[in-house]
């Protein structure tokens, strides 16, 4: 059969496959509702006011994870991504950053959520191409001259969507780089930090350290959460950086709430007790994971040699012919199969080339990822 009859075909069975978003699946989120089991009992520093900046050892298992001192570790919320959106609108409205002149690298394809909230708060966005050793380097140095490029958003671990790992030459350089701008930030999500699912962790250089070997220790506010160790929804969420970094954001968080979800943060310390305890469940992660992964690439390759293999994260990049990303999406859709828009991992949505597709192996189970890919496959061929 060729392959518009069998493209004709699978259009018949009217799937409906949802690979827009890279979730964990059932079997993932499972691995932690021991988490719910852990408190019988809990102590009224922990139930009552207080802590704003988290309970001690959960700061210790943050700090731990990210090779960090505790005293550098602010504990948030369920989700890293409200902490992100809060430490850009911070830089706004204390004046560190000004709506309308501020402009901010991103590194693309990267993370559709970052450009989300940069277009929301009215910060101008620069996209530089990524490289398989971190942002394209020779541009941020260039741009960074200007006093008005406020910042840059890195994904140093398993960077979203490709998995890239930054180089140590690609973080020395962001830490020791000359800016303009005295208030440069890099916005250091490491979302993905401990999350490989073949061999070791990747080991990076610390950006704190870096940066404040050259007098730059204000420049990195790193992100980190639970949502992709625990459960997504109720996870627990950090941003670290030095002191005189994160004074502003100190400031508003006194203002904002007299303190965190403790009782959370004592389950994730309950149920994971240590680095060890959390490596020891990334490995349960990493064996549903890896399959998942070797499936796409397996058939991808078939069709094309221009995708990511990651040793970790949750994402694989897929670079179609020029001009095609948009339609081979679009059939995929008509088909029954939903892959996050083409152009969402640019700012604006805007792909130049019309050639990226994002492809989260993670949530579908493997018989609606072989069909969602055999889509996908056919899709190509047919644009
Ligand atoms: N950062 C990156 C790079 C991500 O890929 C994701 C999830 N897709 C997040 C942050 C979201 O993290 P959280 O759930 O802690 O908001």
Redesign the pocket.
Known sequence: MDAQSRYNKIKEKKLNIDASR?KPDANQTALSLGLLDTLTDCPTSIVNYGGLDGIPEMKQMFADMLEMNPNEIIVGGN???TMMFDAVQTLIQSGIWQCGKTKIICPSPG?DRHFAICQHLGLEMITIPMTTQGPDMEMVIKLAADPNVGGIWC?PVFS?PQGYVYSNETIKALASMQAANPNFKILW?N?YAIHHFRGRRPQILNILKECENHGNDTRPIIFA?F?KISL?SA?V?CMAGSASGMEVFRKRLAIQSIGPDKVNQLRHVRFFKDLQGIETHMKKHAEILRPKFELVTKMLSQQTDSFTDPDGG?FISLETAPGKAKKIQTMCKEAGVLFTDAGATFPYGKDPHDTNLRIPPTFLSMEELEQAMEVLCLAMELA
Request: net charge negative; proline share 7%; glycine share 6%.
């Open positions: 890279g989700a890293s991504l993370y994904v979203n999500d979302a959460s949502s997504p996870a969420a949750y």
